[in-house]
Nanobody, 121 residues
Framework: QVQLVESGGGLVQAGGSLRLSCAASGSFSSVSAMGWYRQAPGKQRELVATSTRGGSINYADSVKGRFTISRDNALYTVSLQMNSLKPEDTAVYYC???????????????WGRGTQVTVSV
């Protein structure tokens, strides 16, 4: 199994910045992808940014140019630098990882418990 722990959420005024971090731990063979999703009240969870082990990165259109995802494959961590934050970015942000776990070593999705990001006007 994989445990994901997020940190770095908080309160910030519009135009400010926050940096989220996520660390993976547990029993797994490898982690093929890590990323961030978010869910605002009354809305569905949506992709924010993902990074594969090989370096392929994908961003939601709403955060392109403002957010930057980074990953350390050796440490099994992923971070999200959020700049020029808008009130629309307010949500619970969830860390996601795709890992290979014994005995089948097939890809499985894992989720952190989430960290709150609130952007005020």
């Amino acid at each position: 199994q994989v445990q994901l722990v997020e940190s770095g959420g908080g309160l910030v005024q519009a135009g400010g910045s926050l940096r989220l971090s996520c660390a993976a731990s547990g029993s797994f063979s490898s982690v093929s992808a890590m990323g961030w999703y978010r869910q605002a009240p009354g809305k569905q969870r949506e992709l924010v940014a993902t990074s594969t082990r090989g370096g392929s990165i994908n961003y939601a259109d709403s955060v392109k140019g403002r957010f930057t995802i980074s990953r350390d494959n050796a440490l099994y961590t992923v971070s999200l630098q959020m700049n020029s934050l808008k009130p629309e970015d307010t949500a619970v942000y969830y860390c996601n990882a795709v890992a290979l776990v014994a005995p089948l070593y097939s890809p499985e999705n894992y989720w952190g418990r989430g960290t709150q990001v609130t952007v005020s006007v």
